[in-house]
Structures are given as C-alpha cells and as structure tokens.
C-alpha cells in the first residue's frame, strides 16, 4: 500500500540537475576558484566546472537553463555554482533572493590592494597593450587623485558591495572566506566552510601538499584525477612590481572601508 509512497522516493532519489543550494559570489581575483576545487573534493558538493553567470549574464535564459547547467547529483549531494561577478552586479542580490531566500552566500576576500594587481596582472595577460598600472590608477598623479571607477580599484571595496547583499540576505546566510589563510591553511579554512554548509568535515589539509615551485597549497588526488595536482597556470600568477608610493596610497585609500568590512562580517582580516 505504500507503494505510491515508495516510487516517489525513488524518483527523489534519482541523479538529476537540481538548483544550486549554495553559490561562490565572488571576489574576483581573491581565490574563488581554489575556494571551489576544495570544496569539489567532497563527496557530498557537485559543481560545474565553467562559471555560468545565470544571474548577471544569463538571467533571460530562465530558471530551467540554468538548472540544466548543474552537474547530477543525488539527493544529499549539494549543488554548488561559482561566478565572481555576482558580487559586484546590482541586480543579483535580488534575482537570487526571488529564487531562494534560503540560499547559502560565499564569499572569498583577499587585501584589495593585492587584489587590484592580480587583477590588473589578468588584464594585461589578455591585453598586453594595456598601460602601467600606475597610469590606470590615478587620475591625477601629481595630486594622488585615484580613478575609483577603474574596476580593478573599485571591486575592493568590499564594505560597498556587501551593504546591497545584506538588504536580501542575513550576515549567519554569507559566509567570509580568508583568501590569505586559504593559501596559509587550506584545511582550517575548508573546516569553516564546511561546517557553513553543514556537511560533516571530510576535506581538511590531507588533501593538501605545498608545492614548492607553484607557491600553493595544490591537490594530492581527486576524483577526476588520482594524481597530485596544482590549479592552472591561470592563478598564481607573477604579479609586476608596483612603486611603494603607489601601493601606500592604495592602502589610504581602502583602509575606512576594510574597518567596515571588518565591523560588518566580525572578522578581522588584518590587512595593512
Ligand atoms: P594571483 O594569480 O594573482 O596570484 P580567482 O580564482 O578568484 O581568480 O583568484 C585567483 C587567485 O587565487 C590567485 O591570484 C592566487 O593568489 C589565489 N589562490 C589561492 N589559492 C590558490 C592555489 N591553491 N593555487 C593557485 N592560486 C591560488
């Protein structure tokens, strides 16, 4: 008699595409991707590998694109997507609330000047023609007047960008992550996350081995590939040297917003 029941659960418990649970906001450029190759380590997290920027890019596609974008899993399996320019798009705090006021939030932070320079290093890798970084971040060099609306700049300032995601969503719903102690100690800080997503603590640093030569922690196996691994050439990359005058006025200038960043998560991040 409970065989209606019973097929029901079945269907449930089939691989499917399901909805993302958990999302990888951003920030660009602060380890987003390592964040979420840690966290495809655990059995019970599916992810895609390509960032598919449903809710900034792609929204006109629909909610049934985007669910067939999501790798299969099972029912205890969490779906988890990563696009870092969610952080700073205006209309995506709302779109993702609309679609689940539940969802658990991401975010991977890094000093915002270190950021500003990888993220400028990317820049020139795709556009070698651009001009030194010194040329992009002022707008008057004599005066130290800086160009806030270079993106580069602007995406550090990250107590900006988190007020609009704390009008949708409850600070116990975003969870911070240390870009700096995801480098120093990959395992305590995959700990946190995992204890955020309330899955029990599977990836923890036996999984990691420092690679010398990368200058990152990097993957002794995964399911994909049973061999030692580093992430690509792509990150961890040389970044160009910056005069020190440069980099002081940058520190001036992000200083008021990392104390409210500070202030707004309960972390202190302690950059300079
Ligand atoms: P750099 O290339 O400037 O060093 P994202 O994935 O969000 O684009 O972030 C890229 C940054 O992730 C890299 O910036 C690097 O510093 C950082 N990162 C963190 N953990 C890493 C790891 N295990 N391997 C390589 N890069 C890592």
């Not at 979420?36 to 920027?53: D, Q």
């Not at 779109?95 to 500003?116: C, F, N, Y």
Request: glycine fraction near 6%; charged fraction near 25%.
């Amino acid at each position: 008699k409970n065989y209606k029941k019973d097929t029901q659960k079945k269907i449930e418990n089939l691989p499917k595409s399901r909805l993302p649970q958990a999302l990888i906001i951003g920030v660009k450029k602060c380890g987003t991707r390592a964040l979420l190759e840690f966290l495809r380590l655990h059995p019970n997290v599916r992810a895609p590998g390509p960032e598919i920027h449903f809710f900034d890019k792609n929204y006109h596609l629909g909610l049934e694109w985007y669910r067939q974008q999501m790798p299969l899993t099972l029912e205890d399996q969490l779906t988890i997507e990563k696009t870092p320019s969610y952080f700073v798009s205006k209309q995506v705090p709302i779109r993702i609330h609309k679609l689940s006021r539940d969802m658990k939030l991401l975010l991977v932070v890094r000093d915002p000047v270190t950021r500003a320079i990888s993220d400028y290093t990317q820049t020139v890798t795709k556009w070698p023609q651009t001009p030194p970084f010194k040329h992009m971040a002022f707008l008057n060099t004599s005066t130290g007047l800086l160009d806030t609306s270079w993106p580069a700049i602007r995406i550090g300032m990250y107590s900006h960008y988190l007020l609009s995601w704390n009008r949708f969503f409850p600070s116990r719903q975003i969870h911070v992550v240390s870009g700096e102690n995801l480098i120093q100690d990959p395992g305590g800080e995959m700990a946190m996350v995992q204890d955020f997503l309330k899955l029990p603590r599977v990836v923890s640093n036996h999984h990691f081995y420092f690679n010398q030569t990368k200058g990152f922690p990097c993957v002794k196996k995964s399911e994909n590939k049973g061999v030692p691994h580093c992430l690509g050439r792509t990150k961890g990359r040389t970044h160009p040297d910056i005069s020190s005058e440069t980099i002081e006025r940058l520190r001036d200038f992000y200083r008021p917003f990392n104390q409210k960043f500070y202030r707004m998560v309960g972390r202190d991040f302690m950059w300079l």
